[in-house]
């Protein structure tokens, strides 16, 4: 296996995941800011949706899209469980991954290409400057949300799932462009501290 990558809090999910399994893969360092995922050979031979990372299998067949490429790389390498051992917990880990997704990471990610990172994706996708502040708060009642649901000490409960990475990745990112996760949110806050202090969090920066 090998993974394709870029900066980005998508590629940093893979790689803190990787980092959590203790697994080491080559790395392709794909230029985002220049365009390369948009242009051949990448959208032909790697992802035809021009988005980074994609993890290649030996065989040369490409798995793309975060949640997806965890999974596979959780089921092929089983420890230390990121998803789960039982029909019950891969449920739990499931429903809270899609759950941050959606209220957090979604909006978050966009509010910054409709904004500060305008005048990148301007000529690589439809951009809505005039959506930006609404998502941008769409994304802090996501947190607010959380804020009063997450009951365990991680995101799905008592167990570290990729539910905890994903909304680490990007918690982290937001602080660089403008969406910042509020110190009045304390049990978020203490989690945000406690992830950040894993060795995978350094070691995917």
Not at 47 to 73: F, K, M, R, W
Not at 80 to 98: C, H, K, S, V, Y
Not at 152 to 168: E, K, Y
Request: glycine share 8%; net charge negative.
């Amino acid at each position: 296996m090998k993974l394709h990558t870029s900066i980005g809090p998508n590629p940093r999910v893979v790689k803190m995941f990787l980092a959590e399994k203790g697994l080491e893969i080559p790395f392709v360092t794909v230029d985002l800011m220049g365009g390369e995922n948009r242009r051949e050979p990448y959208v032909a031979a790697v992802n035809p949706a021009g988005q980074t990372p994609a993890l290649e299998l030996d065989d040369g067949s490409c798995v793309t899209e975060i949640t997806a490429i965890c999974e596979y790389i959780d089921e092929r390498h089983p420890s230390p469980p990121l998803i789960g051992t039982t029909a019950e917990e891969r449920a739990a880990t499931r429903m809270w991954t899609r759950r941050v997704d959606l209220k957090v990471c979604e909006p978050m990610a966009n509010g910054f290409r409709y904004a500060e990172g305008l005048r990148l994706f301007e000529s690589r996708m439809r951009v809505l400057p005039e959506a930006a502040p609404g998502l941008k708060a769409v994304a802090r009642d996501g947190l607010e949300w959380l804020e009063g649901h997450v009951q365990g000490p991680w995101i799905a409960g008592d167990r570290f799932t990729l539910a905890d990475v994903l909304l680490f990745c990007f918690l982290d990112f937001g602080a660089t462009v403008g969406q910042p996760l509020d110190p009045g949110f304390g049990k978020l806050t203490a989690w945000f501290e406690t992830v950040k202090a894993r060795p995978s969090a350094a070691a995917s920066a």
